[in-house]
């Protein structure tokens, strides 16, 4: 071999071992390298057709209609009447005056009024049908002259030609307790809410003996009268049924009143608030 060709070789060999020192190079420092990952490919979104139509959303809960609301409480004083309530009486003309026939009534323990607090004989309350819950008032037995003061809390009475139920207190003060039926003056003197406009109303249909009856009177209102709220309930060895139309209004339930006749029972007009 000539000493040009081994000078060739030495060439080849040394440029072979240089590019693997390079390789050895490269390959050791990949090692010290982070890579990171491409991100995987997120799918598209479907193309919704400008005409496809819009999902409907579900429509907030309503609120509750206020024929099925709750009466708050209209609170009296201990005992029926205050001291303020005296003075006041003493210093002001009644607002409001109405005759008729007043009845006494009394309710097993722990029975609520109807303006929320606990019924006491022994308080100086009164039922009216229509007067605002919560009216001062003085009643006048016009047979003796026995006058007493007392307030609203409760609903009725529910019977014909009657206008005010008394509690036993109240009935004692004005000496209507021992005779049971007396005809008295009802002078109003405040009120907590207005008397002629606004307020919240029914019509209470009774007394049923039958609830068969009662519940197919019900019937036959919730048929004819869709948007209120009719229900039937039981009292002293008897049956009810209210109606509270829409709104509560006064209007439509002094429509109603006029025009129920119902084969057994009565309709009443009955203020609730």
């Known amino acids: 071999m000539t000493g ?8 080849l060999w040394a440029g072979w071992a240089g590019l693997a020192l390079m390789l050895l190079v490269v390959t050791g420092c990949g090692h010290h390298k982070t890579t990171t990952q491409p991100p995987a490919p997120q799918a598209a979104a479907p193309e919704i057709p ?11 809960p309503s609120e509750p209609s206020v024929a099925r609301g709750h009466i708050p409480i209209t609170s009296a004083p201990r005992g029926g009447i205050s001291d303020e309530d005296l003075d006041y009486i ?9 005759e008729g026939d007043a009845t006494w009534y009394t309710a097993h323990k722990g029975r609520r009024a109807a303006n929320g607090q606990v019924f006491s004989n022994h308080a100086l309350t009164a039922a009216h049908r229509t007067l605002p819950m919560g009216s001062l008032i003085v009643v006048t037995n016009l047979e003796n002259g026995q006058s ?9 009475p529910f019977a014909p030609d009657k206008v005010i139920d008394l509690t036993i207190a109240s009935a004692k003060a004005t000496g209507v307790y021992r005779v049971g039926v007396a005809r008295v003056r009802i002078d109003v003197y405040r009120t907590p809410k207005p008397i002629d406009e606004g307020g919240r109303w029914c019509v209470q249909i009774g ?6 009856k009662a519940e197919k009177l019900k019937a036959q209102l919730l048929r004819k009268y869709p948007g209120s709220h009719v229900i039937d309930f039981s009292g ?11 709104g509560d209004n006064r209007e439509v339930a002094e429509s109603i009143a006029r025009h129920l006749h119902p084969s ?10």
């Not at 003493?90 to 109405?98: D, F, G, K």
């Not at 002293?236 to 829409?246: A, F």
């Open 4 to 11: 040009t060709e081994v000078q060739g070789r030495g060439r």
């Open 50 to 60: 400008a005409t496809a139509p819009v999902p409907e959303q579900p429509a907030p």
């Open 90 to 98: 003493a210093t002001h003309r009644p607002i409001l005056s109405e």
């Open 148 to 156: 007493a003061a007392m307030r609203i809390t409760d609903r009725g």
């Open 207 to 212: 007394a049923f003996k039958s609830q068969r």
């Open 236 to 246: 002293e060895h008897s049956y009810w049924v209210r109606i509270r139309p829409e």
């Open 264 to 273: 057994q029972g009565d309709a009443y007009l009955t203020r609730l608030d």
